[in-house]
């Protein structure tokens, strides 16, 4: 079993903590307490997500984990091609560096891991029928 955090993005923090801090800022004088506390959650709750976002391969299967909201399990060996994406598409990924699994044909799932060179070896090794893309082949290090 091998764990892989996810990579978290500096300018996406940037970008959560300017809108809750510039939407805390008005509602701090006079306070208004059911505001500034419902702030406070979604704060937490945030910061809760980004720093329980991982991925575990464990023997055939991938589980994706992002704190209490995402909790998937997939067979790695029904997976067709693992691509670089900077999709801004909601997903469990702490960061804009993500890679793409697609699997079973036509679903995907969207991670950020902090090593993609390791975690595609990895997968690729379980699944060596995967397909990537040149560019994912070149920046991971694997031999066409």
């Known amino acids: 079993m091998k764990k892989y955090p996810s990579k978290i993005s500096?300018?996406?923090v940037l970008i959560i903590l300017v809108?809750?801090?510039g939407s805390t800022i008005p509602m701090v004088s006079p306070p208004i307490w059911p505001a500034l506390?419902?702030?406070l959650m979604v704060l937490v709750?945030?910061?809760?997500?980004l720093l329980n976002t991982y991925y575990v391969i464990d023997?055939?299967?991938m589980v994706v984990k992002s704190g209490?909201?995402?909790n998937k399990k997939n067979d790695i060996t029904t997976i067709n091609i693992v691509s670089e994406t900077n999709s801004i598409i909601s997903a469990p990924a702490a960061s804009?560096?993500?890679l793409e699994i697609?699997?079973?044909g036509h679903n995907s799932i969207l991670i950020s891991s902090t090593d993609k060179i390791e975690f595609i070896g990895h997968i690729k090794r379980i699944n060596p029928q995967i397909e990537i893309p040149y560019k994912s082949k070149k920046d991971a290090g694997i031999k066409r």
Do not use: P
């Open 37 to 39: 506390l419902i702030n």
């Open 96 to 98: 804009f560096d993500r």
């Open 102 to 104: 697609v699997y079973n």
């Open 10 to 12: 500096y300018g996406l």
């Open 45 to 49: 709750f945030i910061s809760h997500l």
């Open 19 to 21: 809108i809750i801090i």
């Open 68 to 70: 209490f909201v995402v």
């Open 59 to 61: 023997g055939k299967f």
